[in-house]
């Protein structure tokens, strides 16, 4: 079992920066790669930014360039740094794990409740 707890959501203006974090908790061994979604009214639910165990990152094409995701393992958190925000950014953003369990030999996700995040024009 993997914990994920998202925050730094909030409301911003359009061009702003917004930082969020995913603080990761269990069976952290496990994690194979954390990854950022995003769910806005009416949308799937899409990828933004992924990092793998060997920190390995990958972007939307939606965003890259404007977004950052790092990890801190010293605090297992995964960072998403959100520069020139736009409004069609306003989403909930999730925190997903994806974890390997070889004692069942079986892959596992893993979703934080998910933080809000809204962009003015």
């Known amino acids: 079992q993997v914990q994920l707890v998202e925050s730094g959501g909030g409301l911003v203006q359009a061009g702003g920066s917004l930082r969020l974090a995913c603080k990761y908790s269990?069976?952290?061994?496990?994690?194979?790669?954390i990854s950022w979604y995003r769910q806005a009214p009416g949308k799937q639910r899409e990828s933004v930014a992924g990092i793998s165990h060997a920190d390995d990152t990958s972007y939307a094409r939606s965003v890259r360039g404007r977004f950052s995701i790092s990890r801190d393992r010293t605090k297992n958190t995964v960072y998403l740094q959100m520069n020139s925000l736009r409004p069609e950014d306003s989403a909930v953003y999730y925190c997903k794990a994806d974890t390997y369990d070889p004692a069942v030999v079986r892959d596992f996700v893993f979703w934080g409740q998910g933080t809000q995040v809204t962009v003015s024009s």
């Open positions: 269990g069976d952290i061994d496990s994690i194979n790669g």
